[in-house]
């Protein structure tokens, strides 16, 4: 029982901010890699930024420079700063989490509901 509730979508105009917001909670002993996913209608789900436990990051090539994700791993939640939004970033967006559960024995990925950002004009 791990849930990853996101936050923060919207619809935004072009060159516009939104920052996305997904806390976890539930049987969590330890959380890992964190990281944030897209996917536009009719294309395959892909990376935007990742962020580790001791907080180095990755991005994808179009939105670095725009996008900073970060973690606040008291809270258990981890964050998406959405700048200069373009057209193209237009998307559902997951959260994800690496968690190791109480008492669990395994790592497993944990999936968002997922969070609409529309941008335009």
């Known amino acids: 029982q791990v849930q990853l509730v996101e936050s923060g979508g919207g619809l935004v105009q072009p060159g516009g901010s939104l920052r996305l917001s997904c806390a976890a909670s539930?049987?969590?002993?330890?959380?890992?890699?964190m990281g944030w996913y897209r996917q536009a209608p009719g294309k395959q789900r892909e990376l935007v930024a990742t962020?580790?436990?001791?907080?180095?990051?990755n991005y994808a090539d179009s939105v670095k420079g725009r996008f900073t994700i970060s973690r606040d791993n008291a809270k258990n939640t981890v964050y998406l700063q959405m700048n200069s939004l373009k057209p193209e970033d237009t998307a559902v967006y997951y959260c994800?989490?690496?968690?190791?559960?109480?008492?669990?024995?395994?790592?497993?990925?944990?999936w968002g509901q997922g969070t609409q950002v529309t941008v335009s004009s």
């Open positions: 994800n989490a690496n968690v190791l559960r109480n008492n669990g024995r395994l790592w497993r990925d944990y």
């Open positions: 539930g049987s969590i002993f330890s959380i890992n890699a």
């Open positions: 962020i580790t436990s001791g907080s180095s990051t």
